[in-house]
Nanobody
């Protein structure tokens, strides 16, 4: 059973930065593609970024490309989301997710495990 625990959310002024972390349990972490999704109030959960099991490949939503960076440390069973130049539109609960495949996908339903989420609030 995989458990995911996010941390690092908070309140930040527009233009600022935050780094989200996701700690994962389970012995198969390095074979799992990981993803970050977010959900704003009244909206559906949307894809943000994904990284392959090896960490060699990444993919981003257009809305965050060039501002956010996803990375992972398989030795620590952790995945990160560095968020720079934050905007008020980035305000949401951010969720870490894992899938039982090393290959990336943007499809929410393809992820098998989810964390509890961490709130990110960006004010202008």
């Amino acid at each position: 059973q995989v458990q995911l625990v996010e941390s690092g959310g908070g309140l930040v002024q527009a233009g600022g930065s935050l780094r989200l972390s996701c700690a994962a349990s389970g012995r198969t972490f390095s074979s799992s593609a990981m993803g970050w999704f977010r959900q704003a109030p009244g909206k559906e959960r949307e894809f943000v970024a994904t990284i392959s099991g090896s960490g060699m490949s990444t993919y981003y939503a257009d809305s965050v490309k060039g501002r956010f960076t996803i990375s992972r440390d398989n030795a620590k069973n952790a995945v990160y989301l560095q968020m720079n130049r934050l905007k008020p539109s980035d305000t949401a609960v951010y969720y870490c997710s894992a899938r039982a495949s090393t290959f990336m996908t943007v499809t929410r339903q393809a992820y098998d495990h989810w964390g509890q989420g961490t709130q990110v609030t960006v004010y202008s």
